[in-house]
């Protein structure tokens, strides 16, 4: 690929709760296909950053743009912008009383106003990548952690995202069943798409990550390859936290 396209650039931004800043002067950018990690330790604000950067809290100063355009949470339309900008939770909020297939084609149907019949032949493309074709109609009270998490994926690829947040999907899955939604995030990020993943797998940020982001008090207070953070860390705040979770 030739030149940067940039996806995400977000500007001093600033967050607050109250009287609490909880984001102080953030500034990251994300081009095209790559994919940023956000490390940090509880409380430290990655949540409310890719919260931010979906508009489901609105900033209380600096800019975020998509693609280049700033954004105004007053006047944008962001259902518009969601679509753009797929989200993945850690609990997987999937509608119980839908099969996996109905919950795939929801919002397609509805937000997208996609034809039935093609937003189920798309939502089975989608359940076949994340290796769930054959779950298409059971109810998700019937599937694992795991996969209600790559249902959830495959709920949000559904809106044609260009972008995708992830906060901590696989922190609220048992030990065995982080490998397989792991595994279908290396697969999005090899497909070429643009992510910022909040997590604590270390690991999957070692071989995924372009960049890795290091939070703390609500300021990035690193950013770098993964070599250089894990390897050789700048900050004594980054080595200390590394240390605690390696
Ligand atoms: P992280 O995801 O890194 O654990 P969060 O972004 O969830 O951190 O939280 C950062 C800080 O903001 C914390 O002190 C948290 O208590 C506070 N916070 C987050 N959301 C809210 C909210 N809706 N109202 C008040 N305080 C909040
Ligand atoms: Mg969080």
């Known amino acids: 690929m030739s030149g940067k396209h940039e996806m995400i650039r977000v500007r001093n ?3 607050s709760f109250g009287e609490v800043e909880v984001l102080k002067d953030i500034n990251l950018e994300v081009n095209k296909g790559e994919v940023v990690v956000l490390i940090g330790a509880s409380g430290s604000g990655k949540s409310t950053l890719i919260r931010c950067i979906n508009f489901l809290e609105i900033k209380n100063g600096g800019e975020i743009l998509i693609e280049g355009n700033s954004i105004d949470p007053k006047k944008d339309d962001l259902s518009k912008i969601r679509q753009k900008v797929g989200m993945v939770f ?3 909020n999937l509608f119980p009383h ?13 937000v997208r106003k996609a034809n ?3 937003a189920k032949k798309e939502a089975m493309q989608l359940l076949k990548k994340v290796g769930l074709e054959e779950k298409a109609n059971v109810y998700p ?5 795991g996969q209600k998490q790559r249902v959830a994926i495959a709920r949000a690829l559904a809106m044609k995202p260009e972008i995708m947040l992830f906060d901590e999907p696989t922190s609220a ?15 999005l990020a090899k497909e070429g798409m643009t992510m910022i993943i909040v997590t604590h797998e270390m690991g999957f940020a070692k071989e995924v990550a ?3 982001a290091f939070m703390d008090s609500g300021r990035i207070l690193e950013l770098a390859a993964p070599e250089d953070i894990f390897n050789s860390p700048k900050e004594d705040r980054t080595r200390e936290f590394l240390m605690r979770v390696l």
Not at 99 to 109: K, S, W
Not at 141 to 145: A, N, R, T, V
Not at 177 to 184: A, H, I, R
């Open 210 to 212: 372009d960049w890795v």
């Open 13 to 15: 931004l600033k967050k």
């Open 98 to 110: 839908k099969t996996v297939l109905e919950n795939v084609i929801e919002a397609p149907l509805i």
């Open 173 to 187: 899955l048992d030990p065995e069943l982080v490998g397989e939604v792991l595994e279908t995030m290396k697969q």
């Open 141 to 145: 009270s019937s599937l694992s952690g």
């Open 116 to 118: 039935r019949e093609e």
């Open 90 to 92: 850690q609990h997987f």
